[in-house]
């Protein structure tokens, strides 16, 4: 069982940035593709960005393009998720998951058995 724990959401205003890290104890982080998801009040929750094990391989959700970068440090086990030119539409509370399904299934939230619980992320007008 691979446990994920999100951290670093928070109340921001429109334009600010913010750095979401997911962490977890797992000794075989880096066999697994890594995911972020969101999901607002009322809404699905949403795909917003993946990154392949080794790193060299990322996907992006069209409206995050140019704004927000997925990396990840195998060496501590954590993957990020930088935030730049924050929305209010962006508010939401950001999920990390694990996956070793290829990149086609990574748009797909039922490609990921292993989730963490969540951080906020408020953007305020």
């Known amino acids: 069982q691979v446990q994920l724990v999100e951290s670093g959401g928070g109340l921001v205003q429109a334009g600010g940035s913010l750095r979401l890290s997911c962490a977890t104890s797992e000794r075989t ?26 790193g060299g391989r990322s996907h992006y959700k069209d409206s995050v393009k140019g704004r927000f970068t997925i990396s990840r440090d195998n ?14 539409e962006d508010t939401a509370l950001y999920y990390c998951a694990a996956t070793a399904v290829g990149p086609t299934g990574w748009r797909s939230g039922s490609s990921y058995p292993y989730w963490g619980q969540g951080t906020q992320v408020t953007v305020s007008s």
């Open 75 to 88: 060496a501590k086990n954590t993957v990020y998720l930088q935030m730049n030119s924050l929305k209010p």
């Open 29 to 54: 982080f880096s066999s697994y593709h890594m995911g972020w998801f969101r999901q607002a009040p009322g809404k699905e929750r949403e795909f917003v960005a993946a990154i392949s094990w080794s």
